[in-house]
């Protein structure tokens, strides 16, 4: 199993830009594609974006379409996540997720997340 270690949250303002990173070790990380998802307080976790194991095939949450972007770098076992334009909706936990399917189901393996609040 990969274990996952997400850094790069942090209080930022509306209309602002954060970079989330998320090192893999152990297990396969090249192989496996990457999501991110998100926990608001009182709601339940959900889906913001997924890269392919090959790092070409992207997918996203219709809230984050056009201000996030996912990437991957494997040489340093690392996916990220580019925010832009951020909202106050956009404040949640955001984790890390090896395994994550085209149907946006998780996989096992979670980091233990980094926290984003966007002031408004």
């Known amino acids: 199993q990969v274990q996952l270690v997400e850094s790069g949250g942090g209080l930022v303002q509306t209309g602002g830009s954060l970079r989330l990173s998320c090192v893999g070790s152990?297990?396969?990380?090249?192989?496996?594609?990457m999501g991110w998802f998100r926990q608001a307080p009182g709601k339940e976790r959900e889906f913001v974006a997924r890269v392919d194991s090959n790092g070409v095939i992207t997918s996203y949450a219709d809230s984050v379409k056009g201000r996030f972007t996912i990437f991957r770098i494997d040489a340093r076992n690392t996916v990220y996540l580019e925010m832009n334009n951020l909202k106050p909706d956009d404040t949640a936990v955001y984790y890390c997720?090896?395994?994550?399917?085209?149907?946006?189901?998780?996989?096992?393996?979670w980091g233990q997340g980094t926290q984003v609040p966007v002031s408004s």
């Open positions: 997720n090896a395994g994550t399917t085209l149907g946006k189901v998780p996989g096992t393996s």
């Open positions: 152990g297990g396969i990380f090249s192989s496996s594609a």
